[in-house]
């Protein structure tokens, strides 16, 4: 089973600051996606919107959220939600 963690943006995460933040956030997803544990993660179209990313599992998600300082900054509050990846059986 996929997990999704879904990103909004608080008021506190202007663009500015979300930029400022950003290369420590950057270090913390290359970690994840180096070791196979991300498979897809960005931000939604219209800036400002928040963002998600899937993971390969609920632990991995739950500790890329631990250590990701946009969340320690308090400048995304975020959602976990576990998915059923019909394709992933295939």
Sequence with gaps: MRTVVFYENTPEGTMEKMMEVFPKHQENEDQF???GK???????S?????AM?????RES??????????VSEGLVTYTI???????EEK
Excluded: H
């Design 33 to 35: 996606v180096n070791a």
């Design 38 to 44: 991300i498979i897809g993660i960005g931000p939604f």
């Design 46 to 50: 219209v800036p400002g919107q928040g």
């Design 53 to 57: 990313g899937i993971f390969t599992d």
């Design 61 to 70: 998600a739950e500790e890329f959220v631990k250590n990701d300082p946009f």
């Design 81 to 87: 939600k576990d998915w059923v990846d019909d394709l």
